[in-house]
């Protein structure tokens, strides 16, 4: 019996002493790392408002992912509001962290989150295609993807890949879930914009006037430079949405004419510009849709852009007419203050779970 004991003795103190023990002790680290790195944007060439054709993101790796070398991971795309960057994530939602606490007390399988930038001079390009703005929905869907999966050590395949966003970046979630479901298979969006042009987002809002008003360079400048955010926001949204190549200096076709200081709308073009909002478009998208792995969104009553809990309500009742399977959570909270509790409690896991974990 000493003799056993003795001998264990030794071989525990060879093995503390043995140089791979501290390989040993790191083999489980308790948190991921944040890399920075430029991607390739040949989606966005050609734009007419400066946006560069090479972008930056944030990815997480998830804590095993160094020391691991043979294990693939599925990929989260975290899609940032408008006038937002991935600094948002990183620095005011504390995503990293959140991650790590998630995949630590094993609530989520670890996994690759990537945090592309969506800015423009108009403080976004919504994730849409447009020859205005560049084809932003190919840029993530197409270049991103490719780039990430060639990359990074991803399962790469659509069952394990996931789109997710917060306000614009929640209205492009549901963007592409609606024209790329080849692509992403699951979807959560929080807070989504832009999905009904109604509330704040109407022509009702006297922003519509200030932002047609712009009639040369000069014009586009200062307002760019006051930093007045619903005009400056809503030529993002028409650039977006109603791009007019032809409309120097906007190139957005605006829905009405201004007459004698009131606004008339242009019934043709006004149709144009509603059907590109996707509560008009769930009809047309219901059998993709109704193959998603998981369609799920969250709302604050309270929030300040009014359109956007009336949207999302909206938006929910289209895709029940449509039976279309989905998750809506409703809770008390504005824009932003409840977002890292809605990641953290609800989104991720619930994202998560529906995510194949191999090929």
Not at 39 to 49: E, I, Q, R
Not at 231 to 251: N, Q, R
Request: glycine residues 8%; negative net charge.
């Amino acid at each position: 019996m000493r003799k056993s004991i003795f001998s264990w003795m030794i071989s525990a103190l060879i093995l503390i002493l043995s140089p791979n023990f501290a390989l040993a002790q790191t083999a489980f680290p308790d948190h991921g790392r944040v890399l920075e790195v430029k991607v390739p944007a040949p989606a966005l060439k050609g734009n007419l408002v400066g946006t560069l054709s090479v972008q930056n993101i944030a990815i997480y790796l998830p804590p095993s992912y160094d020391l691991s070398k043979d294990s693939r991971y599925p990929v989260i795309y975290l899609l940032h509001g408008i006038f937002d960057d991935y600094g948002v994530w990183v620095e005011n939602f504390d995503v990293p962290k959140i991650l790590d606490r998630l995949i630590a007390s094993d609530e989520i399988p670890e996994l690759i989150v990537v945090m592309p930038n969506g800015g423009n001079r108009y403080g976004g390009g919504f994730y849409r295609n447009s020859p205005v703005t560049g084809n932003w929905a190919d840029y993530i869907a197409d270049d991103l993807v490719a780039y990430v999966d060639k990359e990074f050590r991803t399962v790469a395949n659509t069952a394990a890949r996931a789109i997710m966003g917060h306000s614009m970046g929640g209205y492009g979630a549901l963007n592409l879930a609606i024209k790329r479901s080849d692509v992403f298979s699951v979807v959560w969006a929080l807070s989504p914009c832009c999905l009904v042009p109604e509330e704040d987002l109407s022509f009702g809002n006297d922003a519509w006037r200030r932002a047609a008003a712009i009639e040369n360079t000069e014009d586009l400048r200062k307002l760019l430079e006051d930093r007045d955010f619903y005009p400056i926001a809503l030529l993002g949204i028409v650039t977006a949405f109603s791009p007019d190549l032809h409309a120097a200096p906007i190139y957005g076709d605006f829905p009405f004419d201004i007459v004698r200081g009131e606004i008339a709308l242009d019934g043709e073009v006004l149709d144009r510009y509603l059907d590109q909002f996707p509560v008009r478009q769930i009809r047309g998208s219901r059998e993709s849709l109704r193959g998603l792995r998981g369609l799920g969104m969250s709302v604050g009553l309270d929030d300040q852009f009014l359109h956007i809990p009336s949207g999302t309500l909206e938006f929910s009742q289209e895709l029940g007419k449509e039976r279309v399977p989905h998750r809506l959570d409703v809770y008390d909270g504005d824009h932003r203050e409840l977002v890292e509790e809605r990641l953290e409690r609800t989104a991720f896991p619930w994202v998560a779970e529906r995510l194949a974990l191999t090929e």
